[in-house]
């Protein structure tokens, strides 16, 4: 191979200067100007020495040389000999050469600036901000909630680095999620499972991190990444949440994120509430009362009142909070045994709307016995329950199904989906019957006669994008509603959606509980950001082991239109070992935003209770 050439390798190094950028490219149109006015001042000095004498030598004709190359017009102005105004003429038309490059390359510079700015890739310097890592539907309702919740702190900052274009990012969350009130955002566009990225975020400064699962195929494999390249991070680790699609990822989550990371598997936890709304109407709208940030919250307090006490001697204690659980060494309880004794070390678990009103009762009324009734629990029966499509998690939800009903109970299958025909073994309690059918089709759902089911089940077809599953669910919710009216027959409808903004439209088919499993797994991202020590009472609500919210017909605690408070139904609960946490109305449950859930009412206000009325209860099955 053959030497380079002095001129290859001079044009090589110009090539790497030029390359360096804007301010490379400056300081070659420096050094051009300079050695053009240099050679000018010396050629005018040379040859018209009358001229350079008049502009004071040589440091005048610099400057004189100067003006000309900066403001090429003046050498319109130029008078004496032809040399000299020949010499003038040529720094002007160098200086209009000049200049007009330094005005592109400072505009390409500016603009390169700006862009940069606009993507968002400077480094934040925030302390005490919560960090949102990638980008899905969750995104606007964890930002709504951490808005409410920071409704008063004047200094909120919620940071969101995703693979997405930063105003986009900022336009999307002004449509879907509007004022953010006191609540600052700052978006940086980059990739969450990259280091260098997720320096920008300032994250050993940070309160809390979120780790969402992004759109696409295998959103799993990007929350692991995420995870793997957090946990490899120097210097201070702030608590970490995240989301996980698929159970089967929890395992290789765990492993990536460490002890110190908490996930929320979002298959599990959506089947469990869409199991138990099939079987309690309205646990889903109560689910969502409790996680959202606009009504009752879940506290963990420290009482010293409460030391020896018996768990329910101490359920009327606070006048507008309701005792549901305690917190002990070994771990949560939820609606323990009523003469559980709370010892010094136990925290009290409540519902309140703020922790400043929590505050112990004075003088609280007693139970009214007059309005109280007792009922006798009959053991469970055989049901029939229909399933009309079918998705992933459609194998998860019949396992758990299957540990609620009694033995003998029939489960049939109705769906299109190539997935519905898998074998389903290892089931205690349920018969599985698979039908071919198409449930956007009204003669195909007539033909499945629906009256002989006491449940249906609409899931999400996930061979769809989610817009267009929500709207075959709609299609399906329809017939139904409309099939009900005209054959009178009443069976309960749980449907699955994902987009919070089709649930106005599915209120009118007046299905009996919605399930948003996006909006669901949102808000409890949003409150462990907030309170991670909350993991456990949450994880302990969706659990099929021990307690869980039950709406129950009112008639079974108090007598139906008599006037009671709530002191008496907790009573009522307490004498067959449940929790009374509210109440729900029925000619209020398509009322948005609560659905007629009333949570943690005032004890001592008065109320009636009748036919349809509900009362939401913690306790076992």
């Not at 390798?9 to 360096?20: A, C, E, G, I, Q």
Request: one cysteine or more; aromatic letters at 6%; glycine letters at 8%.
């Amino acid at each position: 191979m053959s030497r380079a050439t002095f001129r290859e390798r001079l044009r090589y190094w110009f090539d790497n200067t030029m390359s360096r950028g804007t301010t490379a490219l400056i300081g070659w149109l420096a050094l051009i100007s300079f050695s053009l006015i240099v050679l000018v001042t010396a050629a005018s000095l040379w040859l018209t020495p009358r001229e350079a004498a008049e502009h004071h030598g040589a440091a005048g004709m610099l400057w004189t040389t100067l003006m000309r190359t900066l403001s090429p017009g003046k050498v319109a102005t130029d008078t004496g000999s032809a040399p000299f105004v020949a010499l003038m003429f040529i720094a002007s038309l160098g200086g209009i050469f000049i200049v007009s490059a330094l005005v592109g390359i400072l505009a390409n510079g500016l603009m390169g600036r700006f862009e940069k700015l606009r993507k968002g890739r400077s480094r934040i310097i925030e302390t005490g901000h919560i960090v949102v890592l990638g980008w899905s539907e969750q995104v606007f309702t964890i930002i709504s909630e951490l808005v409410q919740a920071h409704a008063s702190d004047r200094k909120s900052v919620i940071a969101i680095l995703a693979d997405k274009d930063k105003l986009a990012m900022e336009d999307e969350i002004r449509q879907f999620v509007g004022d953010t009130r006191r609540t600052r955002l700052v978006c940086r566009t980059g990739r969450p499972s990259e280091p260098t990225d997720l320096d920008l975020m300032n994250l050993g400064s940070a309160r809390s991190v979120v780790v969402l699962s992004p759109q696409g195929e295998n959103p799993d494999a990007h929350v692991i990444k995420t995870l793997l390249a957090l946990a490899r991070r120097d210097g201070d680790h702030p608590p970490v949440v995240a989301a996980i699609a698929e159970s089967s990822n929890m395992a290789a989550a765990r492993l990536a994120g460490g002890p110190d990371v908490h996930l929320v598997d979002s298959d599990d936890t959506a089947s469990r509430l869409i199991v138990q709304s099939s079987r309690q109407s309205g646990v889903s709208v109560v689910c969502m009362d409790l996680l959202d940030f606009t009504g009752g919250e879940i506290y963990l307090r420290s009482d010293p009142h409460f030391t020896g006490m018996t768990y329910g001697s101490a359920l009327p204690a606070y006048q507008t909070a309701t005792v549901i659980g305690l917190r002990r060494a070994d771990g949560i309880a939820l609606n323990p045994p009523m003469d559980t004794v709370i010892s010094a070390s136990d925290e009290i678990i409540v519902i309140a709307q703020d922790d400043s009103m929590i505050h112990l009762a004075d003088g609280m009324p007693g139970a009214r016995e007059e309005a109280i009734v007792s009922y006798e629990r009959t053991g469970p029966s055989p049901e029939r329950t229909l399933v009309l499509n079918w998705n992933g998690r459609g194998r998860q939800i019949v396992r758990y199904l299957d540990a609620y009903v009694a033995p003998g109970s029939m489960l049939d299958i109705a769906s299109d989906h190539p997935g519905a025909t898998a074998v389903l073994d290892g089931l205690k309690n349920l018969t599985v019957n698979v039908k071919e059918c198409d449930t956007s089709d009204r003669y195909a759902l007539e033909s499945l006669g629906l009256g002989l089911y006491q449940h249906v089940i609409v899931l999400s077809d996930d061979r769809f994008d989610p817009g267009h599953a929500d709207i075959r669910t709609l299609t399906t919710l329809l017939h139904l509603r409309d099939m009900q009216t005209i054959l009178h027959e009443r069976y309960s409808i749980v449907s699955e959606m994902h987009d919070e903004h089709n649930r106005g439209l599915a209120e009118v088919t007046e299905a009996d509980d919605i399930v948003i499993s996006d909006t669901v797994i949102g808000l409890l991202l949003a409150q462990l950001a907030e309170n991670r020590h909350l993991a456990e009472v949450f994880g302990c609500l969706f659990d099929s082991r021990g307690s869980e919210i039950y709406p129950r017909p009112a008639e079974r605690y108090v007598r139906p239109g008599a006037p009671v408070d709530f002191a008496s139904v907790i009573e009522s609960a307490r004498r067959r070992g449940e929790t009374a946490i509210g109440y729900r109305l029925a000619d209020r449950q398509n009322e948005a935003p609560h659905f007629g859930v009333v949570l943690n009412p005032d004890k001592s206000r008065p109320l009636r209770l009748g036919p349809g009325d509900s009362v939401i209860v913690l306790a076992e099955r």
